[in-house]
Each structure stands twice: as C-alpha cells, then as structure tokens.
C-alpha cells in the first residue's frame, strides 16, 4: 500500500513524524524522523490511546519522555484504506517550545517575586535600614548581608545573617574600608575566611559613600541576583537621603551639634525612663564683647569652637545641643556621678586642647553639672544646672579680674 496519498490526504502537508498502524496498534509505516524506538511509541500510544479499535474522531495527545528531555505534541486521525480501518498519526517535536516555556515561566517567577518585592520596599520605604537589611534578605534568599556607611570619623556596618530578625551595628576604622568592584569576591574585616561578593560597589549619594556586599554558599557571583539591584539601591539611598533629611532637621547648621527641637524631643520621650542623668549647662563668655569688637564672624568663630569641645567628648551615651546663641547644654545619661565628674574634666581639656591652638581666639566657658540617678526630678537638675552655671560665669570673669556682670 501507498501510504504517501494517504498521510497527505489526513495530515495536509504537516511536517515531522508520521507513523500508520492499523486498530491492533501494529506500526505499517514510519518515516523515523525521530529518534524515539518503536517501543517507546508502542508504550506511548498504549497509555494515552488505550483500545484503538475504539477511535472514531480525531485526537490530540502529548508525549513527555524526561529521561530525554524531549517533548511531543500527537494528532491521531482515524482513516480507511483498501477496506482497512488505520489511524495515521502526526507527531511533531515540541521539546524547544517547551524549554522555552519553561524559561518564561521562569521568568515570570522572577518577575512575579520582584514585582513582591517592590511592593515590600514600597510598605518599608519609610523604615531604617535595619528595614532594608530584612527586605535584602528576604528578596535575596542569601545567607548573609553587611551594609557599609561612611561617617565622618569611622564606617558604620549593618550585619545580618540567615534567621535573624534584626541586623547587628557594628564600627571599623575608616582606613579598613571594604573596596571592591562589582561582582568581586573578597573577605571582610571581622569575618575570617568567608567569602563575601560586592553587590553594590561604593556607591555615593547625598555625599555619604555606601556599599553592599552578600554570602550565599550556592552562588559564586551575583548574576542571579540582578533584578533586584535597581531596587536594593533604591531602598539603601532612600534611608541614607531620609537619614540626611532627619539629620538636618534634628542638628544645628553653624555647629553640627543636635539643635533644640532634638533637646525637646528626648526631653520628652527618653531623658525620664533613663536610669541617671547628667546635665552640663554651658555658657559663652565674652560673646558680646567679640561680636562689638571684632564682628560677628568672629563671634560665630568662638561658637563654633565652643561647639566642637563638646562634640570631642560625645559619645554613644553623651550628647551636646547648642540651645541657641551662646547657650550649649551636655547630657549624658546612665552613667555613674564618678563618671559624670570624670566627663567634666574630659570636656575642659577637650577645651584647653582647642585654645591652645596658635593664633586663635580663646574661647571661655562657663558649666555647671547637676547629676541625678534612680527617682530623679529633670526640672529639679535643670535648674540647679543652670544656678552652678551662672556661678561658674561669675567666678571665671571675678578670677580674670573682670565685672562679674560683664557680657
């Protein structure tokens, strides 16, 4: 029999496989186009075909052999020849196709779980970044992430690992700041032999330097994590730009000390549940008198001066506002009156450092300390601060051999 006619007749110029068998499942002709044996499609067709005698109508049947990988899309037409009844049967190799659904597919996870992801950052945006540690986490599926910001005097690094629900803050040298370009695998200080890749490479924005680096043991680069970078960046800027904004907002400009309305803040909300409070009021002395003098250049000189003696003492529980004009205060907290005593002297050579710079203006000023600890009143320490002040203004200028009332 000439089954040319008849595959043309049933499958109109289709191109790939073409098998004939009669209703018993016998193959009569196959023009093996594909590498599949006739038992593979004997076991195929008597899976999905069952009883072939019972085929009136056309069908369309898929093959997935995984072992090959290979994929196949069937139509089986059912036919007469010579008085025969025969099924002939197209088979066409979607195993590309396939792929590359599954490729897309993968894709649309991708997307999918970015898509996730700006939506997080959009609800945190407005978080810290001990926020944007947990969304990089999380996005990333990584095993560890350390965040790098530039200060002034050292770097600060955001840490966080695999099951933690907080980062960690800690502090390193400026000099052992982390350089590395992009994609580039090194060791951090702090972390021995474990190998970090440098995700975002010393970035600046808003004139602070940042830059990101992660641990994850099934991944040697960050390829697979480039649809998140756009985002990540975003979201490390936002909280740098965010932090500049807060930190304008809280510190006064001519000195870089915390301003008033800071001072008022913590007054309200953290200076009461501390467990001791010491409170350092601080006056200029002879401000007026430089300002008629010399000018008010110099006079914003001699705050200026007056400022960066307490911020030489600050530190993580002592912190100094300038209260405007010439008035300063220094508060420290949870500490002992020995240590009180002990941050005094620390500030007046702070002070005595500054003056005797060479060629610069000496810089007078007047403090009076009042110390509290356990059920302490703040308006009882305040005033009693500011009555030792006004002491200690008054015999600075009688000891200098000036009137105690002079400006």
Known sequence: MDYSELIINCMKGKIGEYLVTDVNGEILFRNSVEKFSDDQWNAWAEFHLGDMSK???EMVWEISDRRSRSYFRVLTVPTEAEGQKLLVHHIYNTSDYANLLREVSGYSKEWRELSKMQTT???RLSGDYNDCMVVIMESLDIDSAVLYIEREKFVESYVMEKGDKDSSLQRIDKDKWPSGKKGSRRFLPGFGTKGFICYVSEKTVGGTRYALFINDDD???EEPFQM???VIRLFIENCIMREQIVYESEHD???GLSNKGK???MMEDFFPNCKSLAVYNMDVNYLKRTNDTYGHEAGDALIVKSAKSLLMVEKEKVRGFRMGGDEFML???????EEAEKLKEEWEKALAELNSIPGEMECVIACGLAYGEGDFDIKELLKLADERMYENKAAIKKARGDDPNAR
Not at 331 to 337: R, V, Y
């Open 121 to 123: 950052v959009l609800e």
């Open 253 to 255: 400009q001519l000195t």
């Open 228 to 230: 998140q970078y756009n």
């Open 55 to 57: 085929i009136n109508k």
């Open 331 to 337: 508060i420290a907290w949870d500490l002992s009156g």
């Open 263 to 265: 001072y008022m803040s």
């Open 219 to 221: 991944t040697e680069s």
